[in-house]
Structure formats: C-alpha cells, structure tokens
C-alpha cells in the first residue's frame, strides 16, 4: 500500500513539474511572439479605425469646408491663406473620433489562433483563438504637413495632410505594452495654374541640363 502511495506520488511530482516546465517555456518563447503578432494586429485595426475616422468627420463636418482661402488677380493667384478655425476644429473631431473607433475596436479585441503563436508553420491559423484587449493610452494627436509639387506645364498641386498619432496599450496575459499608430489623410488639396510658357523643356538630370548650354559637351 506505502509503494502504491510512493508511486502515486512520484507520477504527480512528475506531472507538475512537467506542466511547470511547460509553463516556463511558454512564458519564456511564446510571450515575444505573442507579443509581436498582438502589435502588428492592432497596429492594422488602430490604423485602418483612424483612417475611416478622418474620412468620416471631412464627409460630414462642415468645418472640412473652405479650409483654405484662396486670392488672386488677373495674374494669377498669389496668396493661400490657412483657416486656423477651421483647421483646428476638424482636426480636434477627428481625434476624438479617431478615440472613439479605437476604444470601441479595444473592447472587441483582436484574435489570434494558438497555432499562429506557436511559430510552426503547419498550425499557422488553426486552434483556439487568443482574445487581446487594448485601449488608447492618452489622447489622440494631431499634426498638419503642407506640400507644394509640381502637378504639370506651370502648374503646382497644393496638399494639406492631416496626421493622427495614437498611442495605444495593449493587455496580454500578465503583462501590457504599447505601440504608437499614425495615420494620415489629404484633406486639402489645390491645383495653382500659372500662365503656359511658350516653350517648355523637360531637363531629367544634369547632362540634359549641360546639353542645353551652348558650347558645353560641344565635339
């Protein structure tokens, strides 16, 4: 009956320290894994959420409206002027839609298949599914970029980019970490058009521009 019980024993000693080891090895080369796939998941959904925000607020916000004003004469324009207002009010309804999407999406959570965490590539896919959670760690911020570039013959396009920078936490089991998403949409854009020269020349690089001079690379 004592070696039954010694036996008994030993098989569970075996068996705990097996799931121990188990654990341990998990934890040790699963977790970065996990981690990884957990961030380029939500970096995709926080991007395409604040993307379809922007698009959202310009399709219905009046202030997405006349951001520039725009003075010219009979030679032409020659001022563009920003609306600050307005800029400003579009850009604040697009964080805090942009906020919204993203709290909205953390709730539901991004899943991942134990067979993709695992790394082998027979299992890719397959499996129960992890359910990570994340949430916005802060406000969403704002930036605006201006680019003037030539858009043909005596033309320049004028673009307004709205970018949005989130920073987003993300839950795993015993630990959390984040990752910062940017977004960026046009939400203003202007075609300049000047006078049309009489003659118009196409210099690529430095040798065609060499070539146009009289007497240089002459035999």
């Given at each position: 009956m004592k070696k039954a019980v010694k036996k008994l024993l030993i098989v569970v000693i075996i068996i705990f320290v097996v799931i121990a080891a188990g654990f341990v090895y998990i934890n040790a080369n699963l977790r970065p894994v996990l981690a990884g796939l957990s961030a380029a998941r939500v970096e995709s959904v926080a991007a395409k959420a604040m993307n379809q925000a922007i698009l959202d607020v310009i399709s219905t916000d009046s202030a997405a409206q006349a951001l520039l004003d725009v003075y010219s004469?009979?030679?032409?324009?020659?001022?563009?002027?920003?609306?600050?207002?307005?800029?400003?009010?579009?850009?604040?309804?697009?964080?805090?839609?942009?906020?919204?999407?993203?709290?909205?999406?953390g709730e539901q959570g991004v899943s991942i298949p134990i067979g993709t965490v695992s790394g082998i590539p027979l299992f890719s896919g397959i499996g129960p599914k992890i359910t990570l959670k994340f949430t916005p760690a802060g406000a969403v911020q704002t930036s605006f970029d201006s680019e003037f570039r030539s858009a043909g013959i005596n033309q320049t396009l004028h673009r307004i980019t709205l970018r949005l920078t989130a920073t987003i936490r993300i839950i795993l089991p015993g630990?959390?970490?984040?990752?910062?998403?940017?977004?960026?949409?046009?939400?203003?854009?202007?075609?300049?058009?000047?006078?049309?020269?009489?003659?118009?020349?196409?210099?690529?690089?430095?040798?065609?521009?060499?070539?146009l001079v009289p007497g240089v690379n002459d035999p």
């Open positions: 004469n009979d030679h032409g324009v020659y001022l563009l002027q920003a609306n600050s207002g307005k800029l400003n009010t579009l850009s604040a309804d697009c964080a805090d839609a942009a906020l919204e999407r993203i709290m909205q999406l630990q959390s970490h984040t990752v910062t998403v940017v977004a960026e949409a046009a939400i203003a854009e202007n075609i300049i058009v000047g006078d049309v020269p009489s003659a118009y020349t196409n210099v690529a690089n430095e040798e065609d521009l060499l070539n």
